[in-house]
Protein backbone atom coordinates (compact mmCIF):
# COMPACT_ATOMS: atom_id res chain seq x y z
CA UNK A 1 0.00 0.00 0.00
CA UNK A 2 2.73 2.35 1.08
CA UNK A 3 4.78 1.89 -2.27
CA UNK A 4 2.06 2.11 -4.39
CA UNK A 5 0.77 5.21 -2.39
CA UNK A 6 4.19 6.89 -2.85
CA UNK A 7 3.71 6.53 -6.55
CA UNK A 8 1.00 8.08 -7.50
CA UNK A 9 2.22 11.76 -6.08
CA UNK A 10 5.00 11.40 -9.14
CA UNK A 11 2.78 10.37 -11.56
CA UNK A 12 0.46 13.26 -10.94
CA UNK A 13 3.71 15.76 -10.89
CA UNK A 14 4.80 14.20 -14.56
CA UNK A 15 1.18 14.85 -15.67
CA UNK A 16 0.92 18.70 -14.37
CA UNK A 17 4.19 19.25 -15.98
CA UNK A 18 3.25 18.15 -19.46
CA UNK A 19 -0.40 20.02 -19.14
CA UNK A 20 1.69 23.19 -17.82
CA UNK A 21 4.18 22.44 -20.73
CA UNK A 22 0.97 22.23 -23.19
CA UNK A 23 0.04 25.63 -21.25
CA UNK A 24 3.43 27.46 -22.08
CA UNK A 25 3.39 26.17 -25.47
CA UNK A 26 -0.03 27.56 -26.21
CA UNK A 27 0.81 30.96 -24.99
CA UNK A 28 4.00 31.84 -27.08
CA UNK A 29 1.94 30.57 -29.96
CA UNK A 30 -0.57 32.85 -29.33
CA UNK A 31 1.87 35.36 -28.63
CA UNK A 32 3.39 34.70 -32.20
CA UNK A 33 0.16 34.53 -33.64
CA UNK A 34 -1.03 37.93 -32.47
CA UNK A 35 2.85 39.28 -33.43
CA UNK A 36 2.48 38.30 -36.96
CA UNK A 37 -1.46 39.41 -36.94
CA UNK A 38 -0.30 42.65 -36.06
CA UNK A 39 2.76 43.01 -38.01
CA UNK A 40 0.57 42.20 -41.19
CA UNK A 41 -2.17 44.66 -40.15
CA UNK A 42 0.98 47.60 -39.81
CA UNK A 43 2.18 46.59 -43.55
CA UNK A 44 -1.45 46.63 -44.83
CA UNK A 45 -2.29 49.73 -43.72
CA UNK A 46 1.30 51.33 -44.83
CA UNK A 47 0.99 49.62 -47.95
CA UNK A 48 -2.79 51.14 -48.28
CA UNK A 49 -1.39 54.39 -47.19
CA UNK A 50 0.87 54.40 -49.89
CA UNK A 51 -1.19 53.25 -52.87
CA UNK A 52 -4.18 55.29 -52.17
CA UNK A 53 -2.69 58.33 -50.25
CA UNK A 54 0.60 58.84 -51.13
CA UNK A 55 2.16 59.82 -54.97
CA UNK A 56 4.40 56.94 -54.64
CA UNK A 57 2.41 55.18 -57.37
CA UNK A 58 -0.06 58.40 -58.57
CA UNK A 59 -0.64 58.43 -62.36
CA UNK A 60 1.55 60.25 -64.28
CA UNK A 61 0.57 58.46 -68.14
CA UNK A 62 -2.36 57.06 -70.00
CA UNK A 63 -2.17 54.87 -72.99
CA UNK A 64 -4.69 55.02 -75.41
CA UNK A 65 -4.90 52.17 -77.73
CA UNK A 66 -7.80 50.78 -80.67
CA UNK A 67 -8.75 54.14 -81.57
CA UNK A 68 -9.56 54.96 -85.44
CA UNK A 69 -11.73 57.58 -86.30
CA UNK A 70 -12.04 58.68 -82.39
CA UNK A 71 -8.31 60.71 -81.53
CA UNK A 72 -6.72 59.93 -78.12
CA UNK A 73 -7.68 63.46 -76.93
CA UNK A 74 -11.57 62.35 -77.45
CA UNK A 75 -10.62 59.39 -75.28
CA UNK A 76 -8.67 60.94 -72.71
CA UNK A 77 -11.12 63.50 -72.38
CA UNK A 78 -14.23 61.07 -71.79
CA UNK A 79 -12.12 58.80 -69.56
CA UNK A 80 -11.51 61.77 -67.57
CA UNK A 81 -8.44 60.29 -65.36
CA UNK A 82 -7.33 61.98 -62.79
CA UNK A 83 -3.75 63.22 -63.14
CA UNK A 84 -1.07 62.67 -60.08
CA UNK A 85 -3.98 60.66 -58.41
CA UNK A 86 -3.09 57.07 -57.15
CA UNK A 87 -3.48 54.93 -59.35
CA UNK A 88 -5.35 52.74 -57.03
CA UNK A 89 -7.84 54.81 -56.73
CA UNK A 90 -8.59 55.73 -59.64
CA UNK A 91 -12.60 54.43 -60.24
CA UNK A 92 -12.24 52.08 -63.66
CA UNK A 93 -15.78 51.45 -63.81
CA UNK A 94 -16.75 55.07 -63.64
CA UNK A 95 -13.98 56.20 -66.44
CA UNK A 96 -15.18 52.67 -68.44
CA UNK A 97 -19.21 54.12 -67.89
CA UNK A 98 -18.02 57.69 -69.13
CA UNK A 99 -16.38 56.01 -72.40
CA UNK A 100 -19.24 54.05 -73.03
CA UNK A 101 -21.27 57.47 -73.56
CA UNK A 102 -19.53 58.22 -77.24
CA UNK A 103 -21.94 56.78 -79.41
CA UNK A 104 -18.95 55.41 -81.59
CA UNK A 105 -17.36 53.26 -78.53
CA UNK A 106 -18.45 49.56 -78.34
CA UNK A 107 -16.89 48.34 -75.68
CA UNK A 108 -13.54 49.99 -73.40
CA UNK A 109 -11.82 48.90 -71.23
CA UNK A 110 -9.73 51.07 -68.83
CA UNK A 111 -6.92 49.06 -66.21
CA UNK A 112 -4.57 50.13 -63.79
CA UNK A 113 -1.12 49.21 -64.17
CA UNK A 114 1.57 49.86 -61.17
CA UNK A 115 3.67 52.34 -60.62
CA UNK A 116 2.43 54.97 -62.70
CA UNK A 117 -0.06 53.91 -65.71
CA UNK A 118 -3.57 53.73 -67.01
CA UNK A 119 -4.10 51.85 -69.79
CA UNK A 120 -7.05 52.58 -72.24
CA UNK A 121 -8.79 50.39 -74.71
CA UNK A 122 -11.42 50.88 -76.98
CA UNK A 123 -13.50 49.43 -79.40
CA UNK A 124 -15.00 51.52 -82.15
CA UNK A 125 -18.34 50.74 -83.90
CA UNK A 126 -17.80 50.23 -87.82
CA UNK A 127 -20.54 51.76 -90.54
CA UNK A 128 -23.01 49.02 -91.69
CA UNK A 129 -25.44 50.58 -93.37
CA UNK A 130 -27.11 54.76 -93.88
CA UNK A 131 -30.85 55.21 -93.31
CA UNK A 132 -31.99 57.71 -94.72
CA UNK A 133 -33.59 60.48 -93.06
CA UNK A 134 -36.53 63.23 -93.92
CA UNK A 135 -34.52 65.96 -93.96
CA UNK A 136 -31.79 64.83 -96.19
CA UNK A 137 -29.42 63.62 -93.97
CA UNK A 138 -28.44 59.97 -93.17
CA UNK A 139 -27.91 57.58 -90.02
CA UNK A 140 -25.12 55.77 -89.82
CA UNK A 141 -25.77 52.36 -87.78
CA UNK A 142 -23.28 49.42 -87.19
CA UNK A 143 -24.16 45.89 -87.80
CA UNK A 144 -26.00 46.03 -84.64
CA UNK A 145 -28.23 48.76 -85.87
CA UNK A 146 -26.44 50.84 -83.25
CA UNK A 147 -26.84 54.45 -84.65
CA UNK A 148 -23.61 56.06 -83.85
CA UNK A 149 -22.96 58.92 -86.47
CA UNK A 150 -24.73 60.68 -88.96
CA UNK A 151 -24.09 62.11 -92.96
CA UNK A 152 -25.33 65.61 -93.66
CA UNK A 153 -25.76 64.64 -97.44
CA UNK A 154 -25.27 61.00 -99.33
CA UNK A 155 -22.24 62.32 -101.19
CA UNK A 156 -20.41 62.02 -97.47
CA UNK A 157 -21.24 58.93 -97.06
CA UNK A 158 -18.39 56.16 -96.57
CA UNK A 159 -18.06 54.33 -99.84
CA UNK A 160 -20.15 51.31 -101.00
CA UNK A 161 -21.72 51.60 -97.55
CA UNK A 162 -25.37 49.93 -98.12
CA UNK A 163 -28.63 52.36 -97.94
CA UNK A 164 -31.15 50.82 -96.12
CA UNK A 165 -34.63 53.22 -96.79
CA UNK A 166 -37.00 52.50 -93.29
CA UNK A 167 -39.98 53.07 -95.31
CA UNK A 168 -43.60 53.34 -93.25
CA UNK A 169 -41.58 51.63 -90.25
CA UNK A 170 -44.83 50.51 -88.56
CA UNK A 171 -43.60 50.54 -84.75
CA UNK A 172 -40.36 53.18 -84.21
CA UNK A 173 -39.24 51.39 -81.36
CA UNK A 174 -35.25 51.29 -81.45
CA UNK A 175 -35.12 48.13 -80.63
CA UNK A 176 -37.68 46.99 -83.76
CA UNK A 177 -35.88 49.34 -85.76
CA UNK A 178 -32.13 47.75 -84.96
CA UNK A 179 -33.30 44.28 -85.46
CA UNK A 180 -34.84 45.21 -88.91
CA UNK A 181 -31.64 46.96 -89.60
CA UNK A 182 -29.97 43.81 -88.49
CA UNK A 183 -31.67 41.40 -90.79
CA UNK A 184 -31.38 43.95 -94.21
CA UNK A 185 -27.63 43.60 -93.51
CA UNK A 186 -27.83 39.51 -92.68
CA UNK A 187 -29.51 39.42 -96.23
CA UNK A 188 -26.61 41.55 -97.77
CA UNK A 189 -23.61 39.30 -96.42
CA UNK A 190 -25.76 36.10 -97.52
CA UNK A 191 -25.71 37.23 -101.14
CA UNK A 192 -23.89 35.92 -103.51
CA UNK A 193 -21.17 38.61 -104.70
CA UNK A 194 -23.13 38.48 -107.70
CA UNK A 195 -26.10 39.20 -106.51
CA UNK A 196 -24.95 41.56 -103.82
CA UNK A 197 -23.59 43.80 -107.05
CA UNK A 198 -26.98 44.05 -108.32
CA UNK A 199 -28.89 45.40 -104.91
CA UNK A 200 -29.99 48.91 -105.97
CA UNK A 201 -31.97 49.46 -102.27
CA UNK A 202 -33.08 47.30 -98.96
CA UNK A 203 -36.08 48.37 -97.77
CA UNK A 204 -38.43 47.64 -94.93
CA UNK A 205 -41.85 48.15 -93.19
CA UNK A 206 -41.18 46.03 -90.35
CA UNK A 207 -38.31 43.35 -88.91
CA UNK A 208 -40.13 40.66 -91.40
CA UNK A 209 -41.03 42.92 -94.31
CA UNK A 210 -37.43 43.24 -95.59
CA UNK A 211 -37.90 43.94 -99.56
CA UNK A 212 -34.25 43.93 -102.13
CA UNK A 213 -34.34 45.81 -105.23
CA UNK A 214 -31.93 44.00 -107.74
CA UNK A 215 -30.77 45.40 -111.32
CA UNK A 216 -33.70 43.56 -114.01
CA UNK A 217 -32.62 40.04 -114.98
CA UNK A 218 -33.75 41.05 -119.32
CA UNK A 219 -34.30 44.35 -120.60
CA UNK A 220 -38.18 44.68 -120.65
CA UNK A 221 -38.08 44.67 -116.80
CA UNK A 222 -37.40 47.80 -114.54
CA UNK A 223 -36.04 45.77 -111.82
CA UNK A 224 -36.17 42.64 -109.44
CA UNK A 225 -38.02 42.74 -106.40
CA UNK A 226 -37.45 40.17 -103.98
CA UNK A 227 -39.22 39.55 -100.63
CA UNK A 228 -36.90 38.35 -98.24
CA UNK A 229 -39.15 38.73 -95.03
CA UNK A 230 -37.21 38.25 -91.78
CA UNK A 231 -33.61 38.13 -90.63
CA UNK A 232 -34.17 34.19 -90.35
CA UNK A 233 -32.15 31.67 -92.30
CA UNK A 234 -30.57 34.34 -94.43
CA UNK A 235 -27.73 31.65 -95.65
CA UNK A 236 -31.08 29.42 -97.04
CA UNK A 237 -32.73 32.25 -98.56
CA UNK A 238 -29.59 33.11 -100.03
CA UNK A 239 -28.88 29.52 -101.74
CA UNK A 240 -32.69 29.82 -102.79
CA UNK A 241 -32.69 33.11 -104.70
CA UNK A 242 -29.60 32.34 -106.43
CA UNK A 243 -31.04 28.79 -107.75
CA UNK A 244 -33.90 30.59 -108.66
CA UNK A 245 -32.55 34.19 -110.07
CA UNK A 246 -32.28 32.22 -113.70
CA UNK A 247 -36.12 32.32 -114.15
CA UNK A 248 -35.75 36.01 -115.23
CA UNK A 249 -38.87 36.88 -113.10
CA UNK A 250 -39.47 40.24 -111.08
CA UNK A 251 -40.93 39.04 -108.40
CA UNK A 252 -39.33 36.91 -105.60
CA UNK A 253 -40.79 36.16 -102.37
CA UNK A 254 -38.31 34.25 -99.86
CA UNK A 255 -40.46 34.88 -96.85
CA UNK A 256 -41.33 31.37 -96.06
CA UNK A 257 -38.35 29.82 -97.55
CA UNK A 258 -39.83 26.10 -97.33
CA UNK A 259 -42.08 27.45 -100.11
CA UNK A 260 -40.37 30.21 -102.05
CA UNK A 261 -42.59 31.58 -104.91
CA UNK A 262 -41.60 33.85 -108.29
CA UNK A 263 -43.42 35.50 -110.78
Do not use: C
Request: cysteine-free; aromatic content about 6%; proline content about 7%.
Amino acid sequence: MNATGAGHPRVSRVLVERYLDRLRRRRRWRRLAVTVTVFLAVLALTGYSILWHTKAFDVRSTSVSGVKVLTRQQVLAAAAIPAHAPVAAVDTGAAKARLMALPRVKDAWVERSLPHTIAITVVERTPAAALPQPDGSYQIVDPDGVVFDTAATASVLPPHLPVIHLEQFADPAPKDRAATVAGALAALRALSPALRARVLAVSATGPYAITLTLTASKAKQKSVTVLWGGADQPDLKARILTALIGNDSAHYDLSAPAAPAYS
